[in-house]
């Protein structure tokens, strides 16, 4: 029997982030950075005005105030895109609108709310200081400087400031595919009315989710009978278009255990068993051409849950090659007592929550492989170490978060 350490060791070593790839602006979110963005241009690309009001020469509304305005004529209108080439002489200003380059010999913008608006002629009741509502050109970021590195996760801001640089493509660690599969003669589809002895299948749906959740994009092929051959030809159908390949259940050491039958005879994916619970029968390996990397999960749908979060959502973080590969780990306050068995790393099931600006968790439901209720109302697992068998009330525990929470 194998340690949880040991496996995801052997798995991460069999693994590296994908070749770099030039993609699309969107197809790039979420990916890591594989390239320095240099801008080609400033921005702003011009001085333009942030705000709609009028252009004007400083020194002509220097002295404006609400007992004494300023009234100057308007030369003309200049809108945001407008291209003309304009400019503003000494006792004259443009209206200007937001985002609308400034005229030449204009030094400052006088927002229109402190103005009678006027189209002719402008009112003018108070002074702004000089550049007052002017954006420069490169005051955001000068031509020729560094603005992203590589090594960047590439989130939705990031991926504004390309767009706004004119990047139309990026160089980045590609996101890897990942096909999910699951197998049972048990099991039938969403949608259907399972029958006697038959369950709608879940892991597929589950495991899909969470391939996404961890960055990855996630194809779900679905059931695949418990026959050997059906089984790989499906698995080599796919192998077209995974860079990952996950299958779930068929690994125990039951009679019609087929993951375990067919893949077994290629002698490329290792079955072990890990010291853990849920999750101990667990599969890795490489199949195809390509030598595809495979991670052959238990059937059960908390085992299956919980091995994608101990193995493969780090195995996926370290193929996109973003450095957050695991989940946060925080210490918490145990609220309710647990016991587990020796020699094994229980994953137990558990809310968490701040009370008092400290964290304190409590297992949620019971330890069964088959609780999916309790496993959607858990956003956490606690983390018990092998040599553990009783957490008392009180005692601090180690959390992994499932989902995102501050103290
Ligand atoms: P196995 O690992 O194939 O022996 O399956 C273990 C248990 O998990 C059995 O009770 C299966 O019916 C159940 N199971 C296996 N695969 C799925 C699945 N994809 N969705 C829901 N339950 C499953
Ligand atoms: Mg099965």
């Known amino acids: 029997m194998r340690t949880v350490d040991e496996h ?52 002509d509304v220097a002295a404006a105030s609400e007992q004494n305005p300023v009234s100057l004529p308007v030369v003309g209108d200049i809108a945001a895109g407008s291209g003309g080439v304009y400019a503003v002489n000494t006792g004259l200003c443009a209206r200007i609108m937001t985002g609308a380059p400034i005229p030449a010999g204009a030094d400052a913008v006088v927002p229109v709310e402190w103005t009678d608006g006027g189209v002719a002629r402008v009112r003018i009741d108070r002074a702004p200081a000089p550049g007052d509502n002017i954006r420069r050109a490169g005051e955001d970021v000068v031509a020729g400087e560094s603005v992203l590195a590589a090594g960047v996760t590439l989130g939705a801001a990031q991926i504004g400031l390309l767009a706004a640089l004119g990047k139309a493509r990026v160089k980045v660690r590609p996101k890897p595919r990942v096909v999910v599969f699951s197998t049972g003669n048990e099991l039938v589809d969403v949608g259907v009315t399972p029958g006697p002895a038959q369950l709608n299948e879940s892991n597929s749906y589950a495991l899909t989710a969470a391939a996404r959740e961890s960055g990855a994009i996630a194809y779900r092929v679905g059931i695949v009978p418990d026959d050997p051959v059906r089984l790989l030809s499906l698995i080599e159908d796919q192998l077209v278009r995974a860079d990952l390949v996950i299958t779930t259940g068929g690994v125990s050491a039951g009679a019609y255990d087929t993951v375990k039958e067919v893949l077994s005879r290629l002698g490329t994916v290792e079955f072990t068993k890990v010291a853990m619970q849920p999750g101990m029968p667990q599969g890795f ?27 493969v959502r ?6 996109l090659g973003v450095s957050q590969m695991y989940r946060p780990l925080v210490r918490a306050t145990l609220t309710e007592p647990f016991t587990k068995s020796a020699g094994k790393r229980s994953y137990v099931r558990a809310r968490i929550e701040v009370r008092d600006g400290a964290y304190m968790v409590a297992p949620v439901g019971g330890m069964g492989s088959h609780l999916v209720a309790d496993l959607a109302l858990a956003n956490a697992l606690i983390v018990a170490p092998e040599h553990v068998t009783e957490a008392p009330a009180g005692v601090t525990v180690s959390v992994m978060m499932l989902e995102r929470r501050s103290p």
Do not use: K
């Open 8 to 59: 995801l060791a052997a798995v991460l070593g069999q693994l590296a982030p994908l070749p770099d790839l030039e993609v699309t602006l969107l197809d790039a979110h979420g990916c890591v950075l594989a390239e320095d963005v240099v801008a080609s241009r400033p921005l702003p690309g011009f001085d333009n005005s942030s705000m709609d009001g009028y252009a004007v020469r400083y020194a």
């Open 285 to 311: 390996g490489t199949i195809g051409p390509d030598a595809t990397p495979i991670f052959t999960l238990p059937g059960n749908p908390v085992s299956a849950f919980v091995s994608f979060e101990v193995f």
């Open 314 to 319: 780090p195995a996926i973080r370290r193929m």
